[in-house]
């Protein structure tokens, strides 16, 4: 995803509930890594979906500069 990446968020395969439980377990083991990831997740959903990038992008869309 464009929006996920090994600094913001965890990917697991869909239905591997092994791997999803030691995510969590990780996650929930760490207020530090907590307080990382939600930052740098914070982080990047504000730089990709601010108002600003979604007009940027609509106008692009419509044929806009």
């Known amino acids: ?5 090994a ?3 965890y990917y697991f395969n869909p239905g591997d509930f ?7 377990k990780t996650i929930l083991c760490s207020k530090q890594q907590q307080k990382e990831i939600g930052t740098k997740a914070r ?11 979604c007009i ?4 692009s869309l ?3 500069k």
């Open 1 to 5: 995803s464009e929006f996920i990446n």
């Open 7 to 9: 600094d913001n968020g």
């Open 18 to 24: 092994i791997q999803l439980k030691n995510i969590l």
């Open 43 to 53: 982080e990047t959903i504000s730089k990709k979906l601010s108002w600003h990038k």
């Open 56 to 59: 940027e992008n609509t106008v």
């Open 62 to 64: 419509f044929g806009g």
